[in-house]
């Protein structure tokens, strides 16, 4: 695997489908990069993950010709740098308010003159090719990319300063969270008139600064309706809702034969 392919291929403006882990297992991690997506993702916000996982799991999906992105706990910047000197290649923060938060992500995610990234990355640049710290110093601060989650109304009105920050590469929405938050928690429905509204207008605020839009998406058809929108980074799934609906689809199959609902077995 390339060292940066991600970025590399988000930077020409090419489109990304990436697969989405929570159950804090490298092998189920290695599994969906070997069906080929081309980044997944280890959700450590409100995923399973333990650090020994992260290491392990960033190992596997590189390995297995993937690119590792790793989404961090809410105001977690110190898992950020931590995260890219394992070897992740993107990094996804939650709840990117305003620029101030924006400023620390990037400050945590990019070594100077960009931000204030530690240098100490062994198990990156095993895995991502040796090379003298003067050289990874400016090919991570560009192949490894910071990817700002918008998810509330504050956001959503920073959403072009957001974009503009220095050192940030992506706006990347996080539609539940946001619905909940736009309706003051009486709701969680993605496709709300406002969080439609919502998702078109941090889509063009990405654009506007020439940054990646990006997306979760619960499933493939949501995903491609989401790159007919604009958006070039998009998530498809997670692994919990893969084997939930793979399982419920089989057991489906097996009560209609059956002649009867699940009970039938
Ligand atoms: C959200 O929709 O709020 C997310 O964070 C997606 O994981
Ligand atoms: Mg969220």
Not at 65 to 76: I, K
Request: with cysteine.
């Amino acid at each position: 695997m390339a060292a940066f392919a991600l970025a590399g291929r988000l930077r020409a403006g090419e489109t990304v489908f990436s697969g989405w882990c929570m159950m804090g297992s490298p092998i189920v991690a290695e599994t969906i990069a070997r069906e080929g997506f081309a980044a997944v993702v280890l959700d450590a916000q409100h995923g399973l993950w333990d650090t020994a996982g992260l290491v392990a799991g960033i190992g596997a999906v590189h390995h297995a010709g993937s690119t590792a992105m790793v989404r961090v706990p809410l105001n977690d910047f110190a898992l950020v740098s931590r995260a890219l000197d394992f070897g992740a290649e993107a990094i996804i923060a939650p709840m990117i308010n305003n620029t101030n938060d924006a400023r620390q992500f990037a400050s945590a995610a990019k070594y100077p003159p960009l931000g204030e990234r530690s240098f100490g990355p062994p198990r990156a640049t095993m895995l991502q090719g040796q090379m003298p710290a003067t050289d990874y110093l400016p090919a991570a601060n560009t192949g490894t990319l910071t990817l700002a989650m918008i998810e509330t109304p504050e956001a959503l009105a920073n959403a072009e300063a957001i974009a503009a920050t220095p050192g940030i590469d992506a706006l990347f929405i996080g539609p539940y969270d946001l619905s909940t938050s736009l309706s003051a928690g009486k709701a969680q429905d993605i496709n709300a008139p406002e969080v439609d509204r919502a998702i078109d207008t941090i889509c063009a605020a990405a654009l506007k600064a020439s940054k990646i839009p990006g997306i979760y998406c619960r499933d493939a058809g949501r995903a491609l309706d989401m790159v007919k929108r604009g958006f070039r980074f998009v998530t498809v799934g997670s692994d919990f809702s893969l084997v939930r609906e793979s399982v419920a689809a089989s057991l489906k199959t097996l009560a209609v034969a059956r002649g009867g609902t699940k009970d039938a077995f």
